[in-house]
């Protein structure tokens, strides 16, 4: 059955709440989104499906996340080609709501607040991102809570997330369960093209010489990946120098934390030996593109 395209929330849910009725499910799937649809989104509709009775996918382009009006016109809108890769994926309602619809009353008055977790790495440089984030995400969390089971239970709930935006990660699990939402969070590993740059909707504003520049970023992250596997002090120094030494490339910020708090680990693990579960973050400018991009670290 093709994916069925609504744009209101009423619609939303009817149209959810029918499919899990038709299908006699137990779970349904969300896989928030702002549209520009790659092959990670491929990947988190691609888990959604394999994993859940009914799967939808919400594209919407939400303003509170933007700092400036410029980056929010920027943003790409592609919602023919970002359907038909849902269609592909199996996803069975996506959901494109105006901002009108989200936000009936204009910007609105109470958000969520990210916290001092939001304001640091991505944070420092993007205020009010996560606490505009982390406000859409909630209404939309709402908005795709299913109703009962075609036994009379509740379904379960399940929301899809990439690793490769680890920050917004770590914060929407902290909301979840700070604030005891039913929804379990699906963490989906970062696509890469071949190369090793992680995929990201910015990466088609790179110039060629760029995006050969930006490769330096997963390489760094390889390094310290491949130092942590082999038991070795990471020597996050040198995989800084790496960073540097590609004139292109204007570094943010590049540390080693703790995967759950966002808490720098660096320090510990700097001289010593490498042990246990950490997360290499990284960020930087490549010309006028910030990327940003992150590699789990487990020995
Ligand atoms: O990661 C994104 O695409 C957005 O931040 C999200 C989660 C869809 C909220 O707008």
């Not at 009775?53 to 939400?62: R, Y």
């Not at 959901?95 to 990210?114: K, N």
């Not at 505009?132 to 969390?141: D, E, F, I």
């Not at 992250?221 to 995989?239: C, I």
């Amino acid at each position: 059955m093709p994916i069925k395209l609504v744009t209101t929330v009423a619609e939303f849910r009817d149209e959810s709440a029918r499919l899990l009725r038709e299908k006699k499910g137990s779970s349904q799937g969300l896989v928030p989104t702002m549209g520009a649809l790659h092959s990670g989104h491929a990947a988190l509709a691609r888990t959604a499906v394999a994993q859940n009775d009914v799967v939808a996918a919400s594209i919407f382009v939400n303003p509170l996340q933007f700092g400036e009006a410029a980056d929010l016109d920027r943003y790409p809108r592609t919602l023919d080609a970002d359907l038909a890769l849902l269609d592909s994926e199996g996803v069975h309602v996506a959901f494109a709501p105006s901002v009108d619809e989200v936000y009936p009353g204009g910007q609105p008055l109470v958000r969520v607040t990210s916290g001092p977790l939001g304001n640091r790495w991505e944070g420092a440089s993007r205020p009010g991102h996560f606490d505009g984030a982390l406000t859409v995400v909630a209404k939309l969390l709402h908005y795709g809570l299913p109703g009962s089971a075609h036994d009379g239970g509740r379904a379960a709930y399940r929301a899809y997330f990439g690793q490769k935006d680890a920050q917004q990660l770590a914060l929407v699990r902290r909301m979840v369960t700070d604030l005891s939402f039913p929804v379990d969070i699906v963490a989906v590993p970062t696509v890469r093209d071949e190369d090793g740059l992680a995929l990201s909707s910015r990466n088609r504003f790179l110039s060629a010489d760029q995006r050969d520049a930006a490769l330096v970023l997963s390489r760094a992250l390889r390094l310290l990946e491949s130092r942590a596997n082999a038991n070795e002090p990471l020597d996050l120094d040198s995989a800084v120098a790496l960073v540097a030494s590609q004139p292109l490339v204007a570094l943010d910020y590049f540390d080693v934390v703790d995967p759950l708090t966002l808490e720098p680990l660096a320090e510990n693990c700097r001289e010593t030996p490498f042990r246990g579960e950490a997360l290499a973050l990284i960020a930087a400018k490549v010309g006028p593109v910030r990327l940003i991009d992150n590699v789990p670290l487990s020995s």
